[in-house]
Protein backbone atom coordinates (compact mmCIF):
# COMPACT_ATOMS: atom_id res chain seq x y z
CA UNK A 1 0.00 0.00 0.00
CA UNK A 2 1.26 3.46 -0.83
CA UNK A 3 1.67 5.53 1.93
CA UNK A 4 -0.06 9.52 1.65
CA UNK A 5 0.93 9.61 -2.12
CA UNK A 6 0.15 13.11 -2.92
CA UNK A 7 -2.70 13.53 -6.23
CA UNK A 8 -1.67 15.44 -9.01
CA UNK A 9 -4.95 16.42 -10.05
CA UNK A 10 -4.20 18.88 -7.30
CA UNK A 11 -2.07 20.88 -9.84
CA UNK A 12 -4.56 20.85 -12.49
CA UNK A 13 -7.06 23.57 -10.25
CA UNK A 14 -4.67 26.26 -10.87
CA UNK A 15 -7.34 28.85 -10.87
CA UNK A 16 -8.20 29.40 -6.97
CA UNK A 17 -10.07 32.18 -5.59
CA UNK A 18 -6.35 32.89 -3.97
CA UNK A 19 -4.87 32.94 -6.86
CA UNK A 20 -7.33 35.88 -8.57
CA UNK A 21 -7.14 37.61 -5.76
CA UNK A 22 -3.57 38.07 -5.95
CA UNK A 23 -4.03 38.63 -9.40
CA UNK A 24 -6.33 41.51 -8.31
CA UNK A 25 -3.93 43.27 -6.02
CA UNK A 26 -1.04 43.12 -8.26
CA UNK A 27 -2.58 44.38 -10.99
CA UNK A 28 -4.21 47.15 -8.37
CA UNK A 29 -0.70 48.08 -7.16
CA UNK A 30 0.08 48.30 -10.91
CA UNK A 31 -2.36 50.43 -11.88
CA UNK A 32 -1.54 53.19 -8.45
CA UNK A 33 2.04 53.19 -9.39
CA UNK A 34 1.45 53.93 -13.06
CA UNK A 35 -0.66 56.82 -12.32
CA UNK A 36 1.24 57.97 -9.46
CA UNK A 37 4.23 57.76 -11.84
CA UNK A 38 1.98 59.48 -15.09
CA UNK A 39 0.70 62.09 -12.83
CA UNK A 40 3.78 62.96 -11.44
CA UNK A 41 5.50 63.65 -14.75
CA UNK A 42 2.42 65.75 -16.29
CA UNK A 43 2.80 67.91 -13.13
CA UNK A 44 6.53 68.25 -13.36
CA UNK A 45 5.83 69.21 -17.11
CA UNK A 46 3.72 71.74 -16.70
CA UNK A 47 0.26 70.01 -17.01
CA UNK A 48 -2.60 70.15 -14.80
CA UNK A 49 -4.06 66.42 -15.47
CA UNK A 50 -6.50 65.86 -12.13
CA UNK A 51 -5.22 62.56 -10.36
CA UNK A 52 -8.71 61.15 -10.65
CA UNK A 53 -7.76 61.02 -14.62
CA UNK A 54 -4.80 59.37 -14.42
CA UNK A 55 -6.25 57.12 -11.74
CA UNK A 56 -8.92 56.34 -14.49
CA UNK A 57 -6.80 56.04 -17.13
CA UNK A 58 -4.21 53.87 -15.27
CA UNK A 59 -6.98 51.50 -13.73
CA UNK A 60 -8.69 51.71 -16.93
CA UNK A 61 -6.02 49.83 -18.83
CA UNK A 62 -4.40 47.42 -15.99
CA UNK A 63 -7.89 46.06 -15.40
CA UNK A 64 -8.26 45.05 -18.98
CA UNK A 65 -4.81 43.43 -18.99
CA UNK A 66 -5.98 41.77 -16.02
CA UNK A 67 -8.80 40.06 -17.73
CA UNK A 68 -6.48 39.50 -20.78
CA UNK A 69 -4.06 38.13 -18.50
CA UNK A 70 -6.44 34.93 -17.67
CA UNK A 71 -6.65 33.86 -20.81
CA UNK A 72 -2.96 34.33 -21.76
CA UNK A 73 -1.91 32.21 -18.51
CA UNK A 74 -4.05 29.36 -20.26
CA UNK A 75 -2.55 30.05 -23.37
CA UNK A 76 1.20 29.63 -21.68
CA UNK A 77 0.38 26.45 -20.46
CA UNK A 78 -1.21 25.32 -23.66
CA UNK A 79 1.98 26.75 -25.71
CA UNK A 80 5.18 26.55 -23.63
CA UNK A 81 7.90 28.68 -25.39
CA UNK A 82 10.53 25.64 -25.64
CA UNK A 83 11.09 22.86 -27.85
CA UNK A 84 9.77 21.36 -30.07
CA UNK A 85 8.01 24.41 -31.37
CA UNK A 86 9.88 27.57 -30.27
CA UNK A 87 9.82 29.04 -32.95
CA UNK A 88 6.52 28.62 -33.68
CA UNK A 89 5.14 29.40 -30.41
CA UNK A 90 7.39 32.43 -30.31
CA UNK A 91 5.63 33.94 -33.15
CA UNK A 92 2.33 33.18 -31.85
CA UNK A 93 3.58 35.54 -29.04
CA UNK A 94 4.70 38.54 -30.85
CA UNK A 95 1.61 38.64 -32.90
CA UNK A 96 -0.57 38.42 -30.24
CA UNK A 97 1.60 41.12 -28.29
CA UNK A 98 0.94 43.18 -31.64
CA UNK A 99 -2.83 42.81 -31.21
CA UNK A 100 -3.28 42.55 -27.80
CA UNK A 101 -1.37 45.61 -27.10
CA UNK A 102 -3.69 47.22 -29.91
CA UNK A 103 -6.67 46.22 -29.11
CA UNK A 104 -7.06 47.10 -25.62
CA UNK A 105 -5.76 50.58 -26.56
CA UNK A 106 -8.55 51.06 -29.01
CA UNK A 107 -11.17 48.77 -26.57
CA UNK A 108 -9.40 51.11 -23.43
CA UNK A 109 -10.18 55.03 -25.19
CA UNK A 110 -14.43 54.52 -24.91
CA UNK A 111 -14.16 52.88 -21.69
CA UNK A 112 -12.25 55.96 -20.22
CA UNK A 113 -14.37 58.36 -21.79
CA UNK A 114 -17.54 56.76 -20.41
CA UNK A 115 -16.08 56.54 -16.91
CA UNK A 116 -14.66 60.46 -16.50
CA UNK A 117 -17.72 61.68 -18.78
CA UNK A 118 -15.68 62.42 -21.58
CA UNK A 119 -17.04 64.21 -25.01
CA UNK A 120 -16.69 60.98 -27.50
CA UNK A 121 -17.25 63.34 -30.28
CA UNK A 122 -12.98 63.84 -29.72
CA UNK A 123 -12.98 59.97 -29.96
CA UNK A 124 -11.03 60.15 -33.53
CA UNK A 125 -8.36 62.90 -31.87
CA UNK A 126 -8.15 60.60 -29.05
CA UNK A 127 -7.22 57.47 -30.75
CA UNK A 128 -4.87 58.79 -32.45
CA UNK A 129 -2.84 60.79 -29.62
CA UNK A 130 -3.26 57.90 -27.05
CA UNK A 131 -3.72 54.31 -29.00
CA UNK A 132 -0.77 55.14 -31.30
CA UNK A 133 1.56 57.07 -28.70
CA UNK A 134 5.10 55.30 -28.62
CA UNK A 135 4.56 55.75 -24.56
CA UNK A 136 1.16 53.58 -24.67
CA UNK A 137 3.01 50.73 -27.69
CA UNK A 138 5.59 50.40 -24.65
CA UNK A 139 3.72 50.18 -22.00
CA UNK A 140 1.09 47.91 -23.51
CA UNK A 141 4.46 45.46 -25.13
CA UNK A 142 6.02 45.58 -21.78
CA UNK A 143 2.95 44.64 -19.96
CA UNK A 144 1.97 41.75 -21.99
CA UNK A 145 5.63 40.14 -21.97
CA UNK A 146 5.70 40.32 -18.58
CA UNK A 147 2.63 38.45 -18.32
CA UNK A 148 3.39 36.20 -20.67
CA UNK A 149 6.69 35.73 -18.61
CA UNK A 150 5.26 35.26 -15.36
CA UNK A 151 2.80 32.49 -16.74
CA UNK A 152 5.86 30.56 -18.31
CA UNK A 153 6.94 31.07 -14.74
CA UNK A 154 3.75 29.73 -13.00
CA UNK A 155 3.56 26.82 -15.46
CA UNK A 156 7.16 25.71 -15.65
CA UNK A 157 6.98 25.70 -11.11
CA UNK A 158 4.04 23.73 -11.88
CA UNK A 159 5.79 21.31 -13.74
CA UNK A 160 8.56 20.72 -11.78
CA UNK A 161 6.80 20.00 -8.23
CA UNK A 162 4.51 17.64 -10.88
CA UNK A 163 8.12 16.09 -11.72
CA UNK A 164 8.97 15.50 -7.66
CA UNK A 165 5.26 14.18 -7.07
CA UNK A 166 6.22 11.13 -8.86
CA UNK A 167 9.77 10.90 -8.22
CA UNK A 168 8.17 10.76 -4.51
CA UNK A 169 5.26 8.21 -5.43
CA UNK A 170 7.38 6.06 -7.01
CA UNK A 171 10.32 6.00 -4.60
CA UNK A 172 7.69 4.93 -1.85
CA UNK A 173 6.35 2.49 -4.68
CA UNK A 174 9.49 1.05 -5.03
CA UNK A 175 10.41 0.93 -1.12
CA UNK A 176 7.14 -0.93 -0.59
CA UNK A 177 8.11 -3.47 -3.16
CA UNK A 178 11.22 -4.37 -1.51
Not at 40 to 63: E, I, W
Not at 132 to 159: C, D, E, K, M
Amino acid sequence: MIAETADLNDFENCATPRRYLIGFFVWTLLALLTAGRNHLTYTRLGYDVPAVTTLTSSFTDFYLWALVSIFLFKLCAKTPIEKPHLWRNLSIYTVLSVVLTFLLGIVSVPIFLFLTGGDFAELGNIFDSIVFSPWNLYQGFITFWATVAVGHAVNYNRRAREREMRLRNLAVQLAEAK
